[in-house]
């Protein structure tokens, strides 16, 4: 599915994100990205969905190499991809319908498809009775539904998340998990960045830990495995 | 590009001028007075340019020939004239002419001056010289002086030199104000333009993110820069065109010897001219603003 060959990362500025990193994520995996702030999570992720190029190394993702890939293959690629951030990244002066069926539209989607397709998405994050309502005026825990629904109305074969719980309290975060579990329960791979101590430990699910930039710990069926 | 993505840029860019009316109209205002700026100053320039060729075209060199000159001679000096390289045109104006032409600015007929003067007619014959360019009309003048049947020449020396002085300062300041205020509005523009792509870069993010091409994102802010564009360019065009016209009439009423330039198809042209700068200004302007945000 995913699979990352010596990949470094150095930014300009001369920090080292990423050192010779090797790992390979199979199809319906699910994944945990863990590890202390500034170790390299964050880049990590933004090298799977081709927003930073990696420095050393190829990054093969269904058979292309990121590393090599054009800037004007970049929306093809992302086509396949759903992200979800911390910060939700939703257009607040629209509604959640808006919202979801946007990601639709951008791509050319026919017109007849992107409302049944929005709607379905919608209902699976379990906000079908707020649909018409702007973004703003929902709750953290709803927008961050709004951005799963998003994020998953392409189908994608893989969903990158970026500290999704982050903004949420414990019980708002669990419901957000509940959703992720069911999209991969579904076949589609998931890859999550997270501080979130207890979601790791309880889910039992693969921990890769990254520290300076390296990655420290793989396991099949972790725990998050840091003391606080 | 499918039927449904050009409809969907559509509504987005209306979405997006009502969303940010403030911001719209402001850029709208920018052009609108960039506009109206650069087409007062060119109307500036065009008349100062008329202004100075109306009154070089009046400089002319008048080379007066001795009082016993034969007709044959006078024909000599002729052919002597017309082969200088700086001359237009040569005109004969003959002693009699010249004494017409002085009856009747004086109120009377010809033989009764010449009565009057003693029976001799005392004007001489004298050519009217016309130069190619009125910067050469000095040199003309020193050449035709030295023509054996010359008797004097006259081109208003002390007046020629600071008149083409000042019309060649006043085509220098019509062409400065022109090229000053062309960059002050693309500088005023390009910074209302990139503060109006700056507010809606998350926009943008959120369009890479989900995987819409450059080209799909670039559409909607086109077409929302040409529309501001048009309107700012449309507004301009007719706060010169009226102004302008109110201006030469009451120019022309009130300082009667100022040549001003009154040419409808002219008129028509820079009018349209800067309603298509506008849009030009206001679609380029957003495409180069918005690269910025591109590179995710």
Known sequence: MIQLRNVSKMYPNGAKALIDVSVRIEKGEFVFLVGPSGAGKSTFIRLIYREEKPSRGSIILSNKNLARMKDREVPLLRRKLGVIFQDFKLLQDRSVLENVAFALHVVGTPKREIGIRAKKAIELVGLATKEKVLTAQLSGGEQQRVCVARAIVNDPMLLIADEPTGNLDPETAWGIMELLYNINKRGTTVIMATHAREIVDQMQKRVIAIEAGKISRDEAHGGYGYDV | MTSSSAGYILSETLHSLRRNPMLSFASMLTIFVSMVILGASFFFMVNANYMASTFESQLEVSAFLNQDITPEDIERVRGLITVLPEVASVELVTKDQALAQFGQNMGANQSEIIEDLGGVNPLPDKFTIKTTDPQQVIT???QVETITGVKKVRYGPGVVEPLLKFTQWLRWIGVGIVILFTVASLVLISINIKLNVFS?????????????SDTFIRWPFLIEGMIIGMIGGILAALTVGYGYNWLVEYLTMTLTFLPVVHNAVFFGEVLTGLILAG??????????SVRKYLRI
Request: hydrophobic content about 55%; proline content about 0%; cysteine-free.
């Open chain 2, 200 to 212: 809606r870069r998350r926009e943008i993010q959120i369009m890479k993110l989900v995987g819409a």
């Open chain 2, 279 to 288: 849009m030009l200004i206001g679609a380029l302007g957003s495409t180069f």
């Open chain 2, 140 to 142: 003309v003048a020193q």
